[in-house]
């Protein structure tokens, strides 16, 4: 199956792309998808435990993804 991942800020930066095309398993998490994430070139930024949104709403690791979900791998965001 295939899942859409986005990027913003330094993690697109990092990459060199601010989204990516996957194809997963089925049965495959947001953890995984954040692990083959992690093991491309200039991934260093990303934490292990990256704030993640499916579908546009927050989600945990453990979640159980769906062909055609969107990963967005959201950076740490400061204001004021």
């Known amino acids: ?10 993690y697109a ?10 194809d997963v398993p089925s049965g495959a998490t947001v953890a995984d998808v954040i692990g083959h ?4 070139p200039g991934a260093d930024r990303l934490p292990s435990a990256p704030l993640v949104a499916v579908n546009e709403r927050y989600s945990r690791g453990t979640r159980v993804l769906e062909s ?8 740490p965001v ?3």
């Not at 994430?37 to 491309?40: G, H, I, N, S, T």
């Not at 055609?68 to 950076?75: F, K, Q, Y």
Request: no cysteine.
């Open 13 to 22: 930066e990092s990459l060199g792309t601010h989204s990516m095309r996957l």
């Open 1 to 10: 199956m295939t899942v859409t991942v986005l990027l913003f800020a330094s």
């Open 37 to 40: 994430v992690r093991a491309l």
């Open 68 to 75: 055609g979900d969107e990963v967005a791998i959201v950076p």
């Open 78 to 80: 400061a204001g004021g």
